[in-house]
């Protein structure tokens, strides 16, 4: 008998009550003051030669204090999650904001300590003290050296509450406002933003023509509006780079993923050289939907009669199963998050769309969230959150310091489980049609990150060199998309999406800068691992492990090196990784001839 698993989390089991939480409140209260105190405790060491016992508790106690801040800021995003209209939780991600400011300008003023002392007084206080977080610690230590002093640092931090990150919640608060009046079957919706998007992917051409229509005239509608919000995001991030010193945008995005620009420049060659191996595809694809050339909206149109819908504890099973051939700690972890809730997935009104995993590191536990409504996606992209989760779940024992690892190798993890369970599904076909369609789905993921993804890179960097110079207007944005969305699909396409840039949300985090090539990182170098894997077969599980549990103490080129033996500033490792999707676009070529 199947299991019954829930698809509602339990938030409570962290802190009961939601948004109107006492112990939330008290919990963020006392996080607040301890970050208070550790910056009063930081500004009274006058004579550090004398006071270096006292850093190294403040050390100590920050390393504490970030778990509880990640823990609030986690927390408030899964509130905001499941129901956009909580204006409690829209408020109290005001309060994580706030406490993540203070919690940097902590740091900065452990980073201002630390650099005042000398190499060999560093050196021996982190290995007798933090030989746990020796990376992370020398990492902001020689970053610090880059920055502004202490005191502009600071200052920079906290006008980004109201300043920077205000913009993005301007584009979030515009986007959750916006209505696309939409009609099918004599039906007429007013439809969110994320609703809207789904249309785009309907296995109807007429109905995703008639999307897409809709869709570029209301961002058409609101386009000055988004280009104000694009533009002054990217001027507060130019302005403080500016005062840094700093003259390459990708400057900040590498080092915060821990990679080289060599690494980045082989990834993106190596891929612009075989993107040829893909045209036949793309062709082929629109010969099969009765098209001359795709348009932006048949790229990932489904193809084949829709599958049969998949209950949602088939599908946790079925990934339970294929995670345990490969590692049956990531099974046994992946039962434990059904059967403890920590999944989010009920298919209902008021959510947001998308999908995410986050972590919740003072109490050790994470949450994943999507809406899940039955599609042979929905299974991938659940299998995609969890390795995530497993990721967390592996390192939850390791310092605090230890275990903040990078956006690219965040989702190597992620893309693994996401491999396992779609590589297993297209085994297991039972119909040439069946195995056609799940192949299909998978080299559309490919396409994502060879060219959807190489579209964003290429834009953003332009965009950021121009807007050195000032304003752009929504002409100048549009051009500037269509011009890399034509670069990047080798102007394959019939039609493409002048406003990507203002209906992508990517482009304006700020959490993250350049939220785009760490995905492709994360695939090509995900395949790699997955090679590994099936060549070592059950002595892999272990290795798995380690390199997980490595990824937030040291670069990407040590990791490769150190777990797989290759160096990813050559173009050898991605060429072997783009060798093994080739093999799905043969697959899909024998199957449509």
Known sequence: MQTKYNQLWDLDSIFPGGSESTELRGFIQETKEELIALEQSLQQLTELHKEQEKLIK????????????????????????????????????????????????????????????????????????????????????????DKLSPAEEKLAQKLSTSGYHAWADMYNALVNSMKITFEENGQTEELSVGQAENKLANNDRNVRVDAFEKWEKTWTENEDLFATTINHLAGFRLGLYEKRGWTNVLKEPLEINRMSEAT???????????????????????????????????????????????????????????FGKFSPKMAEFTKMAFEKDWVEAENRAGKRPGAFCTTLPASGETRVFMTYSGSASNVSTLAHELGHAYHAYVMR????????????????????????????AVQQAETDEEKLVLIESKLGRAIAFFMNIHARFLFETRFYEKRKEGLLSAQELNELMVEAQKEAYCDSLSEYHPHFWAAKQHFHITGVPFYNFPYTFGFLFSLGVYAHALEEGASFEDGYVALLRDTGSMNVEELAQKHLNVDLTKEEFWQKAIDLVVKDVDQFLELTK
């Open 264 to 322: 980045l420049n082989a990834m993106w060659d190596t891929i612009t050289k075989n993107k040829s191996r893909f045209m036949p595809y793309l062709e082929q694809k629109a010969k099969y939907l009765g098209l001359e050339k795709l348009a932006w909206y048949d790229v990932h149109a489904p193809i084949g009669s829709a599958s049969s819908s998949i209950p949602y504890e088939e599908a946790a099973e079925s990934i339970i199963d294929q």
């Open 58 to 145: 403040i050390i100590e106690n920050a390393q504490q204090a970030v778990a509880k801040v990640r823990e609030v800021g986690a927390f408030v995003g899964c509130l905001t999650a499941q129901n956009m209209a909580d204006k409690k939780a829209v408020q109290l991600s005001g309060t994580a904001k706030e406490l993540s400011s203070l919690y940097q300008g902590v740091l900065t003023s452990i980073d201002e300590k630390i650099q005042q002392l000398d190499e060999t007084d560093l050196q021996a206080m982190i290995n007798n003290h933090f030989p746990g977080v020796a990376f992370y610690l020398n990492e902001r230590a020689e970053r610090a050296k």
């Open 397 to 424: 024992d390791m310092p605090n310091f230890a275990q903040s690892y990078a956006m690219n190798v965040a989702e190597t993890a992620s893309t693994f489980a996401e491999l396992i369970v779609s590589d297993a």
